[in-house]
C-alpha cells in the first residue's frame, strides 16, 4: 500500500528487500529512502537487521546528500535505531496523541490534512539530545530531523500515511547518490 501511495506521488519507486539491502555488492543509487513503519518488529519484518549490516553505508548515503524518512519501530526495541549515525532511543506505546509543532521545518508538512489533536502514533523517541520539530504536550519527541554531511534523517512515530504534499515533495530526488 505504501508503495502505490509513492508511486501515485511521484511516478514511481523501487521496493528494496532487506536481502538486498543487506548484500554487500547492492549498489543502488537513490535520492530518498523510506524505511517504513514496523521495520523492528521481527514479526512483521525483516528489515532491522539489513539496516544494522548496512550502517556504515547509510553513514555515507547521508553524508552525500540522501535523505531517509524512518518510521516507529513497531516494537518493543528500545535500541532500535542504533544503525543511525546519531544516539536515539525509542519507546514503543501505540495510541492517539496530541502533536505540537516546536519548530519551524518543511518536514511539518507531514502532517497536513490530519486532526493533530488525535495523531495515531506508535510512541515516541526517548535519549535524544536534540530539539524536535514536534512532540506530545509531555515534551515526548514524535518527529525529529537532523542533518548529517549535506543529507539529512527524519525520523517519526506517526502510524498513518504522510501527506501527498510531504511525500512528493520528500521524494523530489534533488541529488541522487549511491547506496
Same mark, same amino acid.
Given at each position: 500500500?505504501?508503495?502505490?501511495?509513492?508511486?501515485?506521488?511521484?511516478?514511481?519507486?523501487?521496493?528494496?528487500?532487506?536481502?538486498?539491502?543487506?548484500?554487500?555488492?547492492? !549498489?543502488?543509487?537513490?535520492?530518498?529512502?523510506?524505511?517504513?513503519?514496523?521495520?523492528?518488529?521481527?514479526?512483521?519484518? !525483516?528489515?532491522?537487521?539489513?539496516?544494522?549490516?548496512?550502517?556504515? !553505508?547509510?553513514?555515507?548515503?547521508?553524508?552525500?546528500?540522501?535523505?531517509?524518512?524512518?518510521?516507529?519501530?513497531?516494537?518493543?526495541?528500545?535500541?532500535?535505531?542504533?544503525?543511525?549515525?546519531?544516539?536515539?532511543?525509542?519507546?514503543?506505546?501505540?495510541?492517539?496523541?496530541?502533536?505540537?509543532?516546536?519548530?519551524?521545518?518543511? *518536514?511539518?508538512?507531514?502532517?497536513?490534512?490530519?486532526?493533530?489533536?488525535?495523531?495515531?502514533?506508535?510512541?515516541?523517541?526517548?535519549?535524544?539530545?536534540?530539539?524536535?520539530?514536534?512532540?506530545?504536550?509531555?515534551?515526548?519527541?514524535?518527529?525529529?530531523?537532523?542533518?548529517?554531511?549535506?543529507?539529512?534523517?527524519?525520523?517519526?512515530?506517526?502510524?498513518?500515511?504522510?501527506?501527498?504534499?510531504?511525500? *512528493?515533495?520528500?521524494?523530489?530526488? !534533488?541529488?541522487?547518490?549511491?547506496?
Amino acid at each position: 500500500m505504501f508503495q502505490r501511495l509513492i508511486d501515485d506521488c511521484v511516478g514511481c519507486c523501487e521496493l528494496v528487500t532487506p536481502q538486498l539491502l543487506a548484500a554487500p555488492f547492492y !549498489r543502488g543509487s537513490f535520492g530518498a529512502l523510506v524505511v517504513p513503519t514496523g521495520f523492528a518488529n521481527k514479526e512483521y519484518s !525483516r528489515v532491522l537487521p539489513a539496516l544494522r549490516a548496512t550502517k556504515s !553505508r547509510i553513514k555515507r548515503f547521508l553524508e552525500s546528500g540522501g535523505e531517509i524518512l524512518v518510521f516507529g519501530g513497531g516494537g518493543d526495541i528500545p535500541d532500535c535505531y542504533d544503525w543511525l549515525p546519531f544516539s536515539v532511543e525509542y519507546h514503543f506505546e501505540y495510541g492517539p496523541r496530541e502533536i505540537i509543532i516546536r519548530k519551524k521545518s518543511d *518536514t511539518t508538512n507531514l502532517f497536513d490534512g490530519y486532526d493533530l489533536s488525535a495523531f495515531e502514533c506508535d510512541g515516541y523517541f526517548s535519549g535524544y539530545q536534540g530539539d524536535p520539530v514536534a512532540s506530545t504536550p509531555d515534551g515526548h519527541p514524535i518527529l525529529i530531523e537532523e542533518r548529517l554531511g549535506s543529507g539529512r534523517v527524519i525520523l517519526t512515530t506517526i502510524h498513518e500515511y504522510p501527506s501527498r504534499a510531504f511525500l *512528493t515533495s520528500f521524494c523530489a530526488c !534533488r541529488k541522487e547518490t549511491f547506496f
